[in-house]
């Protein structure tokens, strides 16, 4: 069935801009369409009418690259779980509906545009830590040869599924980033070829995201509820047991 919906969307020209909820109508959107793709109808509208569209992120619209992040009626990512915004389809709506959209809120990630933020401090925690330094002098071992609990290869799978979204930060009342923080640690510290930097990566990751100005976890766990991957709150425990093995041995 084809549904008429009132949108209440946060307009914001840029980062100085104060900002404010706006009110649209859409009409005749089908149940099938994505969520992105009823934004897209929003746009053609607001465009034809010589209106400036709506600024939203998205790039490859399949819950894989982790860009398209809106905060839906109070949720991130919308009613579903397990789910990015692109994978979000109207079907979870009823015809009359009032839907509420905004941005991520986080100290940590300013508002850019209408519902796009900022989100470089996930890039630059990343770039403190979320790596390996491979030796490519063709001496080195071949990872293959390398065995591997099936468990940890799991686990560590589990945990690099994380897209780099933030919903979690954006759920969590204190916008901490834990929960990303620990997948990236998390991902490396369960291989061998991670524990070689684990101490180094933990700290400075850890570091960087402090510098952020993320908030700090208080076990609520609204950010596994949300995060659309699933990322388990045990990858917490897990960095904070590396944070403290690697604080200890200095
Ligand atoms: S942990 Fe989940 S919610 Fe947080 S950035 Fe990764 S995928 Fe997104
Ligand atoms: S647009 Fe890539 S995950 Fe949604």
């Given at each position: ?14 980062a ?28 053609e ?52 509906d ?57 686990l560590?799978?589990d ?20 929960l ?5 640690v ?33 076990n ?22 590396e ?8």
């Amino acid at each position: 069935m084809n549904m008429n919906l009132t949108l209440k969307i946060w307009r914001q020209k840029n980062a100085q801009d104060k900002g404010k909820m706006v009110d649209y109508k859409v009409t005749d959107i089908s149940e099938h369409m994505s969520f992105l793709e009823m934004l897209d109808v929003l746009n053609e509208q607001l465009v034809s009418n010589n209106e400036e569209p709506v600024a939203f992120d998205h790039d490859c619209r399949e819950g894989i690259c982790g860009m398209c992040s809106l905060f839906i009626n109070g949720e991130a990512h919308g009613p579903d779980r397990l789910i990015t915004t692109c994978q979000l389809h109207m079907r979870k709506f009823k015809d009359g509906d009032t839907i509420y959209i905004e941005p991520w809120r986080a100290k940590a990630f300013p508002v850019i545009k209408d519902l796009i933020v900022d989100r470089m401090a996930f890039e630059r925690i990343q770039q403190a830590g979320g790596f390996i330094s491979v030796n490519t002098s063709g001496n080195t071992t071949d990872a293959n040869a390398i065995l591997i609990p099936k468990k940890d290869a799991d686990l560590s799978m589990d945990a690099a599924s994380c897209i780099g979204c933030g919903a979690c930060v954006a759920t969590c009342k204190n916008s901490s980033a834990m929960l990303f923080v620990a997948a990236k640690v998390s991902q490396f510290a369960l291989l061998p070829q991670g524990k070689v930097e684990a101490a180094d990566r933990v700290m400075n990751m850890v570091r960087q995201m402090d510098l952020e100005g993320f908030g700090n976890c208080t076990n609520t766990a609204a950010c596994e509820v949300e995060c659309p991957k699933g990322i388990s709150l045990e990858n917490i425990a897990r960095m904070n047991r590396e944070y403290l093995c690697a604080s200890i041995a200095g």
